[in-house]
């Protein structure tokens, strides 16, 4: 199956849940990461039961704060 993954086509033998991927795919800090999955923001707890499938668009977003001096 394929699925789209920050803009890259990733080839995934079976269906796997958010962290799956988080981990086949060596995502860093993994527990700081947002993730999009087919433009819905997904909560943190959804990551051990939702599925990504085939032709899903997955991104992973990291939010940086910052401010001024």
Do not use: C, H, S
């Not at 800090?29 to 899903?56: A, M, S, W």
């Amino acid at each position: 199956m394929r699925i789209t993954a920050n803009g890259n086509g990733v080839t995934l033998e079976k269906e796997l849940t958010v962290r799956e991927l988080l981990t086949k795919l060596k995502v860093e800090t993994p527990e700081y990461v947002t993730v999009q999955l087919n433009d819905d923001i997904l909560l943190t707890g959804d990551f051990e039961t939702r599925l990504v499938k085939d032709n899903d668009v997955v991104e992973f977003l990291y939010f940086m704060g910052g401010g001024a001096a």
